[in-house]
């Protein structure tokens, strides 16, 4: 089944402990994303890879880093989070920067 | 910049009924997609339907459509004969060239709620 799988689903944290969270898609997609979700501002973009060791930022980047060493893995990295990074997060991929994005299930965060 | 604005944040329809949600965008590219997509309560995100510009043609899913003008930049959603799955969060979403890729950009969605 062609799918984006997100891990994990619910986490919560305390200020500045590093988390991962990751991601990974099975549709040899090259184009991956994540995009944070807050009530009444819709998605909005974090970061995006267009392939493998290519990455850039998107349009809220601060406090998250994200790597791409494979085509199917592109996991979320935040090194200190704080209160405000409090979200729900999703990953997304498409076949390229043209298709539709296919989205994980979302992960909720909480950092206390 | 481009923006998408949803000018709706909740809107009500009986079941079996037809309601409209709107979407309009800016941008100065030619080139660009438009997509709804859903949240139901789960929360996942779900594409509903796909419109690319250079098409003319409405995109239609079923019992989903859109009104795609483009001169307006504008790109409403149908939902014909409303049932209580249709509850959810709408999306409008424009995905067109910036910076040399193309963004995602989103609504701040529109929730729906079908009455039975």
């Known amino acids: ?112 | 910049a481009q923006t998408v604005t949803q000018s709706q944040p909740e809107m009500s329809v009986q079941e079996a009924e037809t309601v409209t949600l709107s979407c309009t965008y800016d941008t100065s590219e030619s080139d660009y997609y438009l997509f709804w997509y859903k949240q139901p309560p789960s929360r996942q995100m779900i594409l509903v339907i796909r419109q690319e510009a250079y098409k003319q043609q409405n995109a239609t899913e079923n019992r989903f459509s859109v009104n795609f003008q483009k001169a307006a930049k504008s790109f409403s959603l149908k939902i014909s004969d409303s049932q209580l799955g249709d509850a959810a969060m709408y999306f409008c979403a424009y995905r067109g060239r910036t910076s040399g890729t193309y963004k995602y950009i989103f609504g701040t969605g529109t929730r729906l709620k079908v009455l039975a």
């Open chain 1, 1 to 112: 089944e062609a799918q984006v799988t997100q891990n994990p689903r619910y986490l919560i944290t305390v200020t500045g402990k590093k988390l991962t969270v990751t991601c990974s898609q099975n549709m040899n997609h090259e184009y991956m994303s994540w995009y944070r979700q807050d009530p009444g501002l819709g998605l909005r973009q974090i970061y995006y890879s267009m392939n493998v060791e290519v990455t850039d930022k998107g349009d809220v980047p601060e406090g998250y880093k994200v790597s791409r060493k494979e085509k199917r893995n592109f996991p979320l990295i935040l090194e200190s989070p704080s209160p405000n990074q409090t979200s729900l997060y999703f990953c997304a991929s498409s076949f390229n920067d043209r298709g539709a994005a296919f989205f994980g299930q979302g992960t909720r965060l909480t950092v206390v």
